[in-house]
């Protein structure tokens, strides 16, 4: 039987976090030999804010170079830069003009991102049209990401089937795939808030790069309360939010680590917190300083992964396009 197929993307607007981590990137791995997997960098997304084109560069090869050092293997899985299959940013377009308005404009990330943008382009309002463009391009059967993007992907379903059923069967209906834990790693500052590598406080988010010493500091600093009792509850969400993080990168059960920290105070749970994120995340940044420095290396990688996944997606606009009624070129 055909192996099913799998997209994801990240977008390289930042340095990644430990929520893009725990959420969607260690999970990348583990799928490869089971799955078909294509993985992007998502620079077009990127833009929807404004980036600093220097920064813009370096964060993508960064993003690529952390793809590798988290174990994705370019002879497993397709690696590419979103702007170099330009079959993407055809596919929004045609989209587009089959998405609701109104829809766009109840995204929860529209809403967040718009009021804290200056000037909202209408990039940012299209955003979901060019992700489920990147989604459907390949025919993916599951999307690995983290639960902030569940709404995205039900609008990718919904426009899926309402182009199926406008004009035949076409496209794969795909489902989501998130984590059991650690599907949305909360904000350290303020735990009601995803972590978001975009945040303008340094000290809200880890980040897969921060030193040693900086991933301690910004975890003693974390918000806790005045209860004095490590619990799992929604009522202490920032020691809810350590807890997730520690259970996520030990596999131990929220419970087990409530048990172990019993009589005992924050001073020593979050010692023991930055530990093993440090540890958890010691081999991938180690991995990537080998990695980085490669620039034959990493040009290697992503012009072959865009030479696979613009045949790939050349068949499906094909298709797209003749059912919409172009002439073939
Ligand atoms: N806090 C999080 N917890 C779990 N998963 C997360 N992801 C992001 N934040 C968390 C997952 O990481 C993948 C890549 O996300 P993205 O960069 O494409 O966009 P995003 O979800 O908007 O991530 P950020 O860090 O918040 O970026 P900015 O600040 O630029 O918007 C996705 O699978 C996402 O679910």
Redesign the pocket.
């Known amino acids: 039987m055909d192996k099913k197929t799998i997209f ?4 390289p ?2 340095s990644l ?1 430990l ?2 981590y ?3 990137l260690r999970n990348f791995s583990e799928l490869q030999d089971e799955y078909n997997c294509l993985y992007c960098i ?1 620079d077009l ?1 990127a833009i929807t804010v404004a980036q600093e084109p220097k920064e813009l560069r370096k964060n993508t090869l960064d993003v690529l170079a952390l793809y590798l050092a988290a174990g994705i293997d370019p002879e497993k899985s397709t690696i590419f830069i979103q702007s170099h299959v330009p079959q993407h940013a055809e596919l929004g377009w045609c989209l587009n003009t089959i998405t609701p308005l109104g829809q766009l404009q109840r995204m929860t ?1 529209f809403k967040d ?1 718009s009021q804290r943008t200056k000037e909202v382009d209408a990039g940012l309002l299209n955003y979901p049209t060019l992700m489920a463009a990147d989604i459907l391009l390949y025919q993916a059967d599951s999307v690995p ?5 569940k709404q995205h992907l039900e609008l990718t379903r919904d426009i899926a089937q309402r182009f199926n059923s406008r004009y035949s069967d076409t496209f794969t209906v795909p489902e989501i795939m998130t984590p059991k834990v ?5 904000s350290l500052q303020e735990p009601q808030y ?6 303008s406080d340094k000290d809200s988010y880890i980040l897969i790069l921060d030193s040693e010493d900086e991933t301690r500091k910004k975890i003693k600093k974390a918000v806790t309360d005045s209860v004095g009792v490590v619990n799992f509850t929604d009522e202490q969400p920032g020691i809810k939010n350590l807890i997730t993080i520690y259970s996520s990168l030990t596999g131990k059960t929220p419970e087990d680590i409530v048990k172990m920290y019993e009589g005992k105070g924050y001073g020593e749970f979050k010692s023991d917190v930055a530990e093993v994120v440090v540890e958890g995340l010691r081999p991938i940044r180690t991995k990537f300083e080998e990695i980085r420095n490669d620039k034959e290396y990493l040009e290697k990688v992503y012009r072959e992964g865009a030479q696979k996944a613009s045949f790939l997606g050349t068949k499906t606009l094909r298709k797209v396009h003749k059912k919409m009624g172009f002439i073939p070129r």
């Open positions: 994801s993307g990240i977008q607007s930042g976090t929520g893009n725990i959420g969607a998502v997304h990330q991102k990401v983290g639960a902030d993007q650690g599907a949305k790693i909360m995803k972590m978001s590598k975009s945040s």
